[in-house]
């Protein structure tokens, strides 16, 4: 049998996608692709006016399609806000509960304080360096979460308890002599300082005169870790 006979009969016994399929595989695809549209555009918007300056109307404008459309998706704004914070904790939450993890093995269980926070700190700081303006806009969302006191702690505990308590063991480990009081303040300086750069509220800008930019999360990555590792040292120091 000659060679192109062959193939053609092999050709013709694969089996064919139904119309149907390709059809509900472009349709799940316009569907995820309007999703990550609507969450980006909400995000922008929260970020910029926070929960309770934005309606779905406001976000369905933006984007361009009729509010019935979130409604459907969406209960309700708070929902969509939930979903909205959701979408990038898990990322952030899972890189540094990673590094720590990977800190910690590759020291031997004997982690350096600056190294434990580093892990922690410049993970995070790196998807704000490399990340674009989304990742800015959630940054400025988290600053805006964490100091919302009436549900805003609420998110925060759900998503970044565990990789926070993380960080507390390494801490631990490299401050022995450290009591834990000390450590979890210590925490609460680190974690506030963190929120506050990525609130970008551009106050460094004007009082340095504009040798500091609010932006400049590099420059921040190059020393948050260090500043935050003599702060644990002089405080447990005097203990």
Same mark, same amino acid.
């Given at each position: ?78 929902? $969509?806000? %939930?979903?909205? *914070? ?7 939450? /899972? +890189?540094?509960? @990673? !590094? =720590? ?53 609420? $998110?925060? %505990?759900?998503? *970044? ?7 507390? /063991? +390494?801490?631990? @480990? !490299? =401050? ?64």
């Amino acid at each position: 049998m000659p060679a192109e006979v062959k193939s053609r009969r092999k050709r013709s016994t694969k089996k064919k996608q139904p119309k149907g399929a390709s059809v509900r595989v472009t349709k799940a695809a316009q569907r995820a692709e309007m999703m990550e549209q609507i969450l980006d555009t909400a995000e922008e918007l929260f970020s910029k006016h926070g929960l309770y300056g934005v309606t779905l109307k406001d976000v369905a404008h933006q984007v361009g399609v009729h509010h019935t459309l979130l409604n459907y998706y969406f209960e309700d704004k708070k929902k $969509l806000f %939930d979903t909205v *914070f959701a979408r990038r904790a898990v990322v952030t939450s /899972s +890189l540094r509960m @990673k !590094a =720590l993890d990977e800190y910690d093995e590759a020291t031997g269980g004997k982690p350096t304080l600056e190294g434990a926070l580093r892990a922690f700190l410049d993970t995070d700081l790196d998807l704000y360096i490399n990340g674009g303006q989304r990742w800015k806009n959630y940054g400025a969302l988290g600053a805006q979460v964490a100091n919302t006191p009436e549900w805003g702690a609420a $998110l925060m %505990d759900r998503h *970044f308890d565990p990789v926070v308590l993380r960080l507390i /063991s +390494l801490l631990k @480990k !490299a =401050l022995p002599h450290c009591t834990e009081e000390d450590i979890f303040w210590g925490y609460h300086f680190v974690t506030g300082a963190l929120l506050l750069t990525l609130a970008r509220t551009g106050r460094i800008d004007k009082l340095s005169g504009g040798i500091c930019k609010s932006e400049d999360f590099a420059a921040v990555k190059k020393r948050m870790a260090t500043f935050m590792a003599g702060g644990f040292l002089a405080v447990c120091g005097k203990r």
